[in-house]
T-cell receptor
Framework: AQSVAQPEDQVNVAEGNPLTVKCTYSVSGNPYLFWYVQYPNRGLQFLLKYITGDNLVKGSYGFEAEFNKSQTSFHLKKPSALVSDSALYFCAVINMDSSYKLIFGSGTRLLVRP | NAGVTQTPKFQVLKTGQSMTLQCAQDMNHNSMYWYRQDPGMGLRLIYYSASEGTTDKGEVPNGYNVSRLNKREFSLRLESAAPSQTSVYFC?????????FGQGTRLTVV
């Protein structure tokens, strides 16, 4: 079965410090992986994706993510957090070998304190 | 371009009433999706449509039906609303890679 796990409900970090939001996935074929961000009372905004190629992908607002096939992980990172990064972050996966089903994790709330 | 448009934005229903949530996209995307978002549960896939004329069940399809009558539109129907269906509903469309989301419909069933 296809699934995504975000083990942390909330991540707290001080402004200027690096941040990591964790994501692990399970699919039977080749995954496409995504990160989205949601600000209060808004829809989801696309941040970045892994399709193929370089395991380190860069996205919007200085975010990046590292695809690790052996650990089936796709952690979101940023070298220096901003207070404005505080939001709800979702990891998602699709198995492009056999399905168009796009599955999301439960979300991680990032709180960046000044 | 409007992107993905959902109507209505807010709705209050009484238990047992029916309604249809509308979703339209103007980006010529093949795949479309309906999700519900509940606190602590993330986004759960209700139904999806890989292409015009096809639909498939997602993670939580019970109590819902969908229609993909053309490439632009993908509607979600609640035949007999229940309080457990109180949620924020998101529609999305996807070409070949990332999905694009509507602004959501906040549905309350009393």
């Amino acid at each position: 079965a296809q699934s995504v796990a975000q083990p942390e409900d909330q991540v707290n970090v001080a402004e200027g410090n690096p941040l990591t939001v964790k994501c692990t996935y399970s699919v039977s074929g080749n995954p496409y992986l995504f990160w989205y961000v949601q600000y209060p009372n808004r829809g989801l905004q696309f941040l970045l994706k892994y399709i193929t190629g370089d395991n380190l992908v860069k996205g919007s607002y200085g975010f990046e993510a590292e695809f690790n096939k052996s650990q089936t992980s796709f952690h979101l990172k940023k070298p220096s957090a901003l207070v404005s990064d505080s939001a709800l972050y979702f990891c998602a996966v699709i198995n492009m070998d056999s399905s168009y089903k796009l599955i999301f994790g439960s979300g991680t709330r990032l709180l960046v304190r000044p | 371009n409007a992107g993905v448009t959902q109507t209505p934005k807010f709705q209050v229903l009484k238990t047992g009433q029916s309604m249809t949530l509308q979703c339209a996209q103007d980006m010529n995307h093949n795949s479309m999706y309906w999700y519900r978002q509940d606190p602590g549960m993330g986004l759960r896939l209700i139904y999806y449509s890989a292409s015009e004329g096809t639909t498939d069940k997602g993670e939580v399809p019970n109590g819902y039906n969908v229609s993909r009558l053309n490439k632009r539109e993908f509607s979600l129907r609640l035949e007999s609303a229940a309080p457990s269906q109180t949620s924020v509903y998101f529609c999305a469309s996807r070409p070949s890679t990332e999905a694009f989301f509507g602004q959501g419909t906040r549905l309350t069933v009393v």
